[in-house]
């Protein structure tokens, strides 16, 4: 009777340490991100610096898990690469996106408010600039119950931040795809 090679890996053991990578470090990078967005707010003279920061989180997060992921999946081409990216992208918007939503809908109206304001100033003077729809319909959509519900309601930002989100990380997956593909080191902070 032949016995299995050391180095075939059990595919139930894969899933589960994938997972625990990108639950891991997407909960880490989304808190994290969230903790800088939070500092940009309360400190707006450093909001550039602290945005920065924030999108950062984001980047080591995919960069170190992926450091971790290639523990498992020796043979990485592109597609994996950008498709354990784009996963952790789903795992870090969509914790952002329910912690905006109920931050939102239940804790912090205030913010929400300010939002609101700002688009209805937003939409107005994208309107008088442009003559984008008729005045009638201006009025209906700044109208209070259709404005707060359907322009800038919290599920509608909450939504719009995991749209926003995805992209970033797809981006984010391309351009470490694309540097990683080819490294024979596991360690992509090391010189191939």
Known sequence: MEEAPEYIINPKVNKKQTLFILIKFGVGAALLGMLFDQLAYTFPSANFLFSFLGSLAPVLACTIGLVYYK?????????????????????????QSIFLYLN????????????????????????????????????????????????????????????????????????????????KSKNPFQQA
């Open 71 to 95: 523990q498992f999946n020796s043979n990485l081409k592109f597609g994996k690469i950008f498709w354990f990216c784009l996963r952790m992208g789903l795992v870090v918007s969509t914790i």
């Open 104 to 183: 939102l809908k239940f804790f912090n109206r205030a913010m929400l408010e300010t939002l609101r304001k700002f688009k209805m100033e937003e939409l107005i003077a994208f309107n008088q600039q442009y003559n984008w729809i008729s005045r009638e319909d201006l009025l209906k959509q700044t109208e209070p119950a259709y404005f707060n519900t359907y322009v800038c309601g919290p599920g509608v930002e909450a939504t719009g931040s995991f749209f926003w989100s995805i992209i970033f990380f797809m981006v984010i997956g391309l351009f470490i795809a694309l540097f990683n593909r080819n490294r």
